[in-house]
Every structure is written in structure tokens, then in C-alpha cells.
């Protein structure tokens, strides 16, 4: 039975409803982005988070369908309301993550799993994909659509080590509307200052160095999937996984 999703603020009074692993996984997320002596890189969720415009939901282990139905539950519903909470929201998503799913996956196996999931929403998405939008991953202006709007995904796994910024206890989803970005990149001077600041704070944060990939929406060399999951070396998936996982969900 698919339990129903629902969608939590850090502060919500009703949190005592939530399930023990539901609750470890948000005070972890809490503890993570309130660190003031080693502050997590990226500016706009910590701003989003300090703001209380951050937006929570659970949903089971990667590996069973119901969880696909939960975060499309939850992905739609901040889709309709996310104008309202603020100019820095995202959706937040924390996965069930069993020990035996943590031993055994690798970070590949969990990248793996990610384009799983993000093709398994997209099949049952019940609005068109944007026309604005191409449909080919290789075009620079490619990125992942839902219900209509267009997100940035970010996935952290346990398995990420090396990458602190990549790293949480379970598997996690990071999904930002591109009106919120584009918002937060509407001045030219500051955002230039800011994206100087992030990489400055990747430096700090992570023990390696920072992935080759990560690069600005619509610029000629970028392709947005390539910044959704980083590996936990300086090493790239070869081609996109979203289409042809996508043909396997068609088939199935």
C-alpha cells in the first residue's frame, strides 16, 4: 500500500508523526546545514534552509516501485506550491536506505539507481514535456522536466566519501526549479561573486578536487545531466543514462 506523501518543513509541528529513520534523516539534514564552522558550498540552499523555504519528503528504498509513486506525489505537489514558498526553495527527498543497501551499492550502483528513478517520474509524468525544452541530454540547454516546470537534480549518497558535498546518510534528492536559479543568477555581478564563493567552500569542504563537470546552465561546453550525480572521483559517466533508461520503462 502506498502510504501518502506529504511535504514537511524543518519546523513542521506535526514531525512527531514521522517514522524513526524519517526523523534521524532530517536532524542529520538539520545538523548538516546549520554547521557554521564548516558551512556546506552551495549558498542558495543554505539561504533557503536559514529561510525555512526548504521543503522535506520520504520516500521508500530506491529499489521498490512504490518509491518512484511516492516522490512523484511529492515532486508534483511542490511543483503547484513551490511560488509560494520563497525565492530559494527546493524539495528536499530522503530515500529509505537499508544497511544491507548501503553495504552493498558503490557509488556507481547508487548513480545507477538515480537515472532509475529519474526516468521512472518522467514516464508517469502527466504533462508534456516543454516545448522549449529538447529532448536530446547533449544539448546545452537539455534538463529534467516535471508537471511542467523545469529542475536541477542533485543526488548525495551514503557511498560518497571523498565528496562531503555529496555525501548523506541515505540517499537524498536535491530538486531546485530553474526560476529559482534563474533568480538567484538575475544579477550578473553577484551571482559571478557567489559562484566564486561556492567553489571556494568546495575546496574546503570536500577532499578532493572540485569535479570537472560542474560548469553554468547554457554555456556551449555545459551538459546539465553531467552535474545531477557526481562520482566520488574526477572520473564521468560516458554517455546519458535518462533516455535509455527512460526506453526501458516504455518497454516494461
Not at 79 to 108: A, C, N
Request: hydrophobic share 35%; with cysteine.
Amino acid at each position: 500500500m502506498i502510504r501518502i506523501s506529504v511535504l514537511y518543513t524543518a519546523k513542521s509541528s506535526d514531525r512527531h508523526k514521522l517514522e524513526e529513520w524519517e526523523r534521524t534523516a532530517l536532524e542529520n539534514f538539520v545538523t548538516k546545514m546549520a554547521d557554521k564552522e564548516k558551512p556546506f558550498p552551495c549558498i542558495p540552499a543554505t539561504i533557503g534552509f536559514g529561510k525555512n523555504q526548504l521543503r522535506y519528503g520520504f520516500a521508500d528504498d530506491p529499489r521498490e516501485e512504490s518509491s518512484v509513486k511516492q516522490v512523484t506525489a511529492l515532486l508534483k505537489e511542490f511543483t503547484e506550491q513551490s511560488r509560494k514558498f520563497g525565492h530559494y526553495t527546493s524539495l528536499i527527498v530522503f530515500y529509505k536506505t537499508p544497511e544491507d543497501l548501503k553495504d552493498s551499492f558503490i557509488v556507481e550502483k547508487f548513480e545507477l539507481l538515480f537515472w532509475q528513478q529519474l526516468a521512472s517520474i518522467s514516464e508517469i509524468d502527466e504533462m508534456e514535456w516543454p516545448k522549449e525544452i529538447p529532448k536530446d541530454p547533449y544539448n546545452p540547454i537539455w534538463e529534467f522536466c516535471f508537471h511542467g516546470e523545469k529542475f536541477f537534480m542533485y543526488c548525495a549518497t551514503p557511498a560518497h566519501k571523498n565528496r562531503q558535498s555529496r555525501h548523506f546518510d541515505c540517499m537524498m534528492l536535491a530538486i531546485t526549479p530553474r526560476w529559482v536559479l534563474q533568480e538567484f543568477m538575475k544579477k550578473k555581478s553577484i551571482a559571478a561573486r557567489m559562484k566564486e564563493q561556492v567553489r571556494k567552500r568546495l575546496e574546503k569542504y570536500d577532499i578532493i578536487t572540485i569535479h570537472p563537470d560542474l560548469n553554468s546552465y547554457g554555456a556551449a561546453d555545459n551538459l546539465e545531466w553531467k552535474q545531477y550525480f557526481l562520482r566520488d572521483d574526477n572520473t564521468r559517466i560516458s554517455k546519458c543514462p535518462f533516455q535509455r533508461f527512460l526506453r526501458m520503462t516504455k518497454r516494461t
